[in-house]
């Protein structure tokens, strides 16, 4: 087995430097590598920035920032970067054209040692791997936005991974202090992003077929279906141009995955990117431009989510269903990758798990097979 020392990441930007600042925190020796000086120059001064806040919060010390900043070593060659390498983490746009580009240049001077990770979100490990000339010890590793605070951490092994990339993967990602869920299936979306993104579409189809405010909607989603803030404050904050990327990608792979409202796409097409652009679906162009939407209670009374309580079910439905995860994992990942803080499963049971396979049953009928119950589902809600 690779013992890994060494790590090589492609790509300095949000989600680049920040794992490379959590796997350097972890005691592992960093090359950031991007194509320009100029980018990594900036990525070190955020990472230095970082951890002055956690100096500030008294959460490392001085001299613990300064041994992390240490180990990072920014480099704009890609032969240099890769010497001596035991692990590559790509983390390059999620463009699959670029990344074809990256890994064909990659190709031509990685050692025969380094295994290859992948942090994309959305395209399928096995097609990445099959880019390259290792493919058995080539692994997904999602970590979720922003790296330094996130706990989650997808570990998707393709048809092609090997066992020993995936304990190595795994004993890494909890060396560094992350959480890990074992994604058994390369399927589109993994496991979050299977969820997450058919419920943006969903909320948004919610709008015109309900005749509900957007507010009413993530007031209810947020109280009553336990989550940290509304779907819509969730997408904004995640922003619609990640959200049309990977709407599209996994719409292409699988039309059975993703109901796409063509809001989605009027919203990216001018520009409503949420809060980074200052107006997505809601408008953020006041003096608090990261404020929080205004949700209540009284609201939430005004809004029965249970069609999307039923598309967050059926879907976690079809990944147990499919040996994707357990539910354990499945469980987790919900928690701390979109911050549910209850089980899908128990929220159906909550609202009537007969009443969730109904909703379902009747969306079907009206509007097609997206919304066809799991089987798993169905076998729940008959005890």
């Not at 592992?28 to 990525?43: F, G, K, S």
Request: aromatic content about 8%; glycine content about 6%; hydrophobic content about 40%.
């Amino acid at each position: 087995m690779t013992t890994i020392n060494t790590i090589t990441i492609l790509g300095s930007g949000v989600m680049g430097h920040g794992i490379a600042q959590v796997a350097s925190t972890a005691g592992y020796n960093i090359v950031l590598r991007d194509i320009e000086q100029t980018l990594l120059e900036n990525a070190m001064n955020k990472i230095k920035w970082s951890l002055g806040k956690l100096v500030e919060k008294q959460k490392i010390s001085q001299d613990d920032a300064n041994s992390v900043y240490g180990r990072i070593t920014p480099v704009v060659d890609l032969k240099k970067a890769l010497q001596d390498s035991d692990l590559l983490i790509e983390a390059v746009p999620e463009d699959l054209e670029l990344k074809k580009k990256v890994y064909a240049e990659v190709e031509k001077y990685v050692e025969d040692k380094t295994l290859y990770a992948s942090n994309t979100s959305t395209l399928p490990i096995g097609e990445l791997a099959s880019l390259t000339s290792r493919p058995s010890r080539f692994i997904g590793l999602h970590f979720f936005n922003p790296p330094q605070l996130m706990p989650l951490v997808e570990v998707i092994p393709s048809r092609f991974t090997d066992n020993d990339t995936v304990s190595i993967a795994l004993d890494l990602i909890k060396k560094m202090g992350k959480d890990p869920v074992l994604c058994k299936k390369d399927v589109v979306g993994f496991i979050v992003n299977r969820i997450f993104i058919p419920l943006v579409h969903e909320a948004a189809y919610c709008l015109e077929r309900d005749n509900a405010k957007m507010t009413q909607i993530d007031s209810a989603v947020k109280f009553k279906m336990a989550a940290p803030m509304g779907i819509f404050e969730l997408a904004d904050y995640t922003g619609l141009d990640v959200i049309h990327k990977a709407s599209n990608e996994m719409a292409s792979r699988d039309k059975r995955v993703i109901n796409p409202n063509p809001l989605i796409e009027r919203l990216f097409s001018k520009k409503k990117f949420g809060q980074k652009s200052g107006t997505g679906f809601y408008d953020y162009s006041g003096e608090d431009k990261y404020g929080r939407i205004k949700l209540s209670e009284t609201e939430a009374e005004q809004y029965e989510p249970i069609t999307l309580v039923a598309i967050v079910a059926n879907n976690a439905a079809w990944l147990l269903s499919n040996g994707v995860c357990d539910r354990n994992d499945l469980d987790k990942a919900l928690r701390l990758g979109m911050g549910f803080k209850k089980s899908p499963f128990t929220l159906a049971e909550e609202f009537g798990l007969k009443r969730v396979v109904s909703t379902l049953e009747n969306l079907s009928n009206k509007y097609g097979e997206f919304y066809e119950p799991d089987i798993l589902l169905k076998k729940m809600s008959l005890g």
